[in-house]
Nanobody
Framework: QVQLVESGGGLVQAGGSLRLSCAAS????????MGWFRQAPGKEREFVAA????????EYADSGKGRFTISRDNAKNTVYLQMNSLQPEDTAVYYC????????????????WGQGTQVTVSA
């Protein structure tokens, strides 16, 4: 099993920045991809970004391109999501996720999930 613990959420004004962190523990050798999804109130959970451990492949949802950057520290088994120019529509619970497979934009492409961290962007 793999355990994921997110941190870094909070309240920020529009135009501000936040950096989310997600530390993985347990059978981390099985992880090939780590990523982020988010779920806004009344909406379905949606893909935000993903990074494959090997090959340096990253993917982003259109909503975050140019504003969000996913990065990782392999030695610490940690993935980060730097979010800049945040807008109220970015308000959501952000979930860290990990997969034994290649990067995917689909929830069912991931095997492990964190508890989520709230990000609130005020206008």
């Amino acid at each position: 099993q793999v355990q994921l613990v997110e941190s870094g959420g909070g309240l920020v004004q529009a135009g501000g920045s936040l950096r989310l962190s997600c530390a993985a523990s347990g059978r981390t050798f099985s992880i090939n991809t780590m990523g982020w999804f988010r779920q806004a109130p009344g909406k379905e959970r949606e893909f935000v970004a993903a990074s494959m451990w090997s090959g340096g492949i990253t993917e982003y949802a259109d909503s975050g391109k140019g504003r969000f950057t996913i990065s990782r520290d392999n030695a610490k088994n940690t993935v980060y999501l730097q979010m800049n120019s945040l807008q109220p529509e970015d308000t959501a619970v952000y979930y860290c996720t990990a997969s034994r497979a290649i990067a995917s934009r689909l929830e069912n492409g991931y095997h492990y999930w964190g508890q989520g961290t709230q990000v609130t962007v005020s206008a």
